[in-house]
């Protein structure tokens, strides 16, 4: 089974399956809220070692925060993107 | 006729943000629109009504939000005025190419007790993204009704009204399949509600409120509080205290609710293909060329504001304002001479004023409701976000205060896209220290008269004025505002075409509550200011004005500054311009044409400087400052943001004259 890393860590073009985000109840429920359940597949689009990234999710492309994306725990997708 | 009721429809527009609401809602209200705030609350309210046939519909635009939960004043708006309001009928506005996402907020809004009928908009842009959807068949699994729209080409607004009208007026069949929390939750949320189910507020479905609860709503959670029995209060804290994670099971449930629903109705092409925005993005996000193709746009945007309203302004000036002045002045011949000042420099200067801002601000309110409309204002947001971290925002401040460049006022309005409520506050702070067209008018006059490179000096001056922002930005961050950054989490929409009607309307709204926050402020500045130049009479020199700019005079003089200087400073709090008007009266009556030659002989470089620097600095106008008081909605902090931009500026004026002087100018 693929290890666990953070979000921030995957370059471009990869896909991952969330696992679980860490962080306070606002911050967790707004972004299940926008679709960041666990199990969801996450693409991501850009990011470039520092500043904000970009992911797809559920058809969506959203920007995130390092800080934030540092705490979204992912598993790298074994099928392709 | 029996289907026609006593009453209007009362229609409730939901959706979350990036679905085509607004332009739903232009085309359901079209010119009725009345645009305030809500109760106590900053936040937009947009009212409507719509004519069909005999029927009446009465349209209440809904606050744009992801969820219904309780983490922000618009989410608490939107689901109380459902709940509260009871409206006949809630028009849920979904983006076909973002289905599965904007179908959350349907998931939320079903079980409340309006009935819902879907509208499937920007079919469109989910056709050039290669998705197919089937409106039919989403009907059938949600068991409400589903309506396919092109809302920016006008498509799908009548058969939207005929099922709203067949629910409510027909009676039509509504038994909507409404989605489940995951079967690992089910049984405490049965627990709960069996124990709320007695002591929830009337009109609030006892269901819903379980549902929520277990979310770990804290409204919800603390109106309960006082209604529950302590021990069935003290059982719910320890369910949620084991279920800490159970809104991870709600949301959960809910996208695999609507994974069931889209399933059958909805066919996605094959992943990696290569869409529009994902070429567009390859530039417009990229960590360099992403700021060129910023730059590029705000030059354009410049550009166009004064290739456009500039001439504009001018005639406006011209014919409307002067023109008025002249035939009052005649028409007043009779009347003594503080009669003609009172109508002509205090009323018809202040509202001229005012309408001589329209041009500028209509071209700008329209260029940003474009690149709204287009989807780029996000990914500006996002390229500009490593630069406003510096201060503690995130890029979603960017725009407004680029707004400021046009004209103070709309950049302090434009917060409100502005998510958190200490960003927000601080570009409020922010946006006077960016130098609006009036300043830069005002140095444009000044600049040439005192140096060889006006040009450089001009640029010199808003590089001063952007660095002092960023200093106080930072300040401001470290030592006033504390407090932790809201997370940055941003939708980028796909692009798409631009809706006309949509920018014309919003920025014709935008222009309105402008004229309504400041008409007003901005009359009574003026005649306020007339009144202190005019009295007790025996023409400005002698006024209270001028008598209270000779107080200054010691403050004046460590800028190298007179006492007419600090009165022009003083009159520029009607509108920044007008210190040009009161130097030329101030300076032996020099029309503003001959203003340079004269002021060169009275004023040294060196002070002309400060007086520049200062002016760009200075504390903002009465229209702008009535903005902030709306907007932050507090004496306080509008007396800080004046006490802070006069601390600085005279401060900058100060440093700059003593810098200059030691230079040898």
Known sequence: ?81 | MSDKPKHPIRVALAGQPNVGKSTVFNLLTGLSQHVGNWPGKTVEQKTGTCQQGELTFEVVDLPGTYSLSANSPEELIAREYIIREKPDVVVAVVNASAIERSMYLVAELLPLPAPVVVALNMLDVADQEGVVIEPHVLEAALGAPVVSMVASRGQGILELLERVRGLVCLGAHYEPNVPDVRSDHKQVLERIEQLVREHVPAGYPSSWVALKVLEGDRQLTELLHDRLHPEDWTEIQQILHEHEDAFLAVAGGRYEWIARMVRAAVVKPKAGQITLTDRLDRWATHPFWGLVILAGILGLAFWLTYAVGSPVQALIYRHLVAGLANWAQQRLAWSPPWLIGLIVDGVIGGVGTVVTFFPILLVFFAIFGALEDIGYMSRAAYVMDRFMHLMGLHGKSFLPLFLGFGCNVPAVLGTRVVDSERARLLTILLAPLVPCTARMAIVATIAPAFFTAPTLVSWGLVAVNLGVLALVGIALNRFVLRGEMVAFVMELPLYHIPNWRTIGTLAWQRLVSFLEKAGTVILAASLLVWALSSIPGGGIEASLLARFGRTLEPLGRLMGLDWRMMVALLSSFVAKENSLATLAVLYGGAGEGQLATVLRNHVTPAAALAFLVVQMLFIPCAATMAAVRSETNSWRWTAFCVVLLLVVSLAGGIASYSVARALGF
């Open chain 1, 1 to 81: 089974m693929a290890e666990e890393l953070v979000l921030s860590k995957l370059d471009a073009d990869t896909a991952a399956v969330l696992i679980g985000i860490g962080g306070g109840y606002c911050f967790r429920s707004r972004l299940a809220a926008l679709g960041f359940t666990p199990g969801t597949r996450v693409r991501v689009i850009q990011n470039l070692g520092r500043g904000p990234m970009i992911v797809a999710l559920r058809d969506t492309r959203i920007a995130l925060g390092r800080c934030e994306a540092q705490r979204i725990r992912v598993r790298i997708d074994a099928d392709k993107p």
